[in-house]
């Protein structure tokens, strides 16, 4: 059995539900991998370490991550060093109407860990539509179909 740990920060809501999206497309993989939802502000080391891959979705905020995300990273950082080399991740932000700022901080600190990016990021802007809602839940069934036949 894999782990999928899907870390997500969201203050209104769009970016959890990009992230419950994600879920539901892992479901059909099930048997094979596990899917761990948590809140950036709970998620720590623990879980990072008993992730096989990690999907990692954030708002933009002030043309940065979310605090919420930059607090998992500042506390988990020292403690995975060494650790967790190479694991698999993807991203996805919900922004207003850029983004790139949130994208490239985490890409940036990514590879200080460091984390292998295995699928192109998710970059959504404005008012979530029914195609950012399939976008997401394809991250999420790709994420976890890579992970049931080993391809990650
Ligand atoms: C404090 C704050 C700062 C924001 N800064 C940006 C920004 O720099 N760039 C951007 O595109 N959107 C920005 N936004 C808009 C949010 O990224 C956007 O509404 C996002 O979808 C919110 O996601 P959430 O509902 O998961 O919190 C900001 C929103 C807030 C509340």
Redesign the pocket.
Known sequence: MKTLLLVYA???????QLAEAACLGAQPFADEVTVRLLPALTAGVADLLAADAVLLAT?????YMAGALKDFFDRTFYPAQGKISGLPYAVLV??????R?ALAAIERIACGYPLRLVLPPLLV?GELTAADHAAATELGATLAAGLSVGLW
């Open positions: 969201s203050q209104s809501g769009r970016t959890l708002p933009e905020n002030f043309g919900s922004a207003g109407n850029d983004g700022g802007r």
